[in-house]
């Protein structure tokens, strides 16, 4: 195992994404874990010790984050505080202002917060950046994402925040600049607290986007399209599979186990991910 596989390891919720991370650390070697989540109450399988408190967690090396969005600034003021490295599960924080303090703190602290952007390790969205700067030398005319799903249903955040920031952030790897407009239309089809579908568009100089994305739809749906030149990229990641002009690509890598490693082993940089963090933010709080 090529990483620090003694690490004291904190999550903290330990719902669907937290058992998923669980299983990706468990997997890479790590077993020396701690969860923090007061609706569990034994973890099948492993038997790690449980906590009702994060603030319990205070003696691990490292902490990841897998609670509802609105629970993050919290609980990561608490660990950057005390100078102990964070993977936090997106969106960081909800407003654009704590997204800054928290940066703030981590520099302050000198402590790593890591924002698990998970497609950015996906290496289908790194084929698609390496292939069209390498064949176009310039961005692709058309982007369009769509992510429909049937739930889960979130009444802490919308769609947009959770289901298009991700789109937002592969835009915004792919791109690497700001939108000069950008609009986000959202709808409320299931009655719940939050809106649950959304469609943005975002208008770069050279590139237009259209981001769909719903809880509410029957189908799992995670086709995009990248308009070149003389051809149209297709990735599907519900196939895991990108089709171009002349080849066709399978994913061969799991895209969360890619940002865990990253961040396990991101010692020394202080900060990561902060730009594509703070551009992501600036467009979903775009009204
Ligand atoms: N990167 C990805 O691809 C991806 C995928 C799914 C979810 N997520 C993110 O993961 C986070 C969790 O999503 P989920 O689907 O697992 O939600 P979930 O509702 O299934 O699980 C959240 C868990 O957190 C626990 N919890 C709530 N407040 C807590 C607190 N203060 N202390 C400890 N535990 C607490 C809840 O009891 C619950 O078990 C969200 O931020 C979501 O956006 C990311």
């Known amino acids: 195992m090529e990483y620090m596989n003694s690490y004291k390891i904190g999550i903290i919720g330990y719902g669907h994404w937290g058992k998923i991370i669980t299983n990706v650390l468990v997997q890479s070697g790590y077993n020396n874990i701690v969860v923090c989540d007061p609706a569990i109450k034994e973890i099948e399988g492993f038997g790690f010790p449980i906590y009702d408190d994060y603030k319990q967690l205070i003696n691990c090396d490292k902490i990841f984050i897998c609670t509802p969005a609105t629970t993050h600034y919290e609980i990561c003021k608490f660990f950057l505080n005390n100078h102990i490295p964070i993977f936090c599960e997106k969106p960081l924080a909800i407003s654009q202002s704590e997204v800054i303090q928290l940066y703030n703190l981590a520099k302050i602290n000198n402590t790593v917060l890591f924002v698990d952007w998970t497609f950015i390790y996906n290496d289908l969205v790194i084929k698609i950046k390496d292939y069209i700067y390498w064949k176009y030398k310039k961005p692709p005319s058309l982007i369009i994402m769509n992510r429909l799903n049937k739930g889960p249903i979130r009444d802490d955040v919308s769609a947009l925040y959770d289901l298009s920031s991700h789109d937002i952030s592969i835009i915004t790897f792919l791109l690497n600049k700001t939108p000069l407009n950008i609009q986000h239309k959202q709808y409320n089809i299931l009655g719940g607290s939050q809106n649950d579908t959304c469609i943005s568009t975002l208008d770069y100089d050279n590139t237009q ?11 799992k749906i995670r086709t995009c399209y990248f308009n070149c030149d003389d051809e149209t990229l297709m990735w599907d990641d519900y196939q895991k ?9 399978y994913s061969i890598s799991s895209p969360l186990a890619n940002s865990i490693k990253t961040f396990l082993k991101c010692n020394t940089t202080p900060i990561k991910n902060q730009t594509i963090t703070m551009m992501t933010m600036d467009i979903l709080n775009a009204y």
């Open 209 to 219: 986007c259209i981001i769909t994305s719903s809880w509410a739809a029957n189908s």
């Open 241 to 249: 599979i990108l089709v171009m002009k002349n080849d066709t690509c």
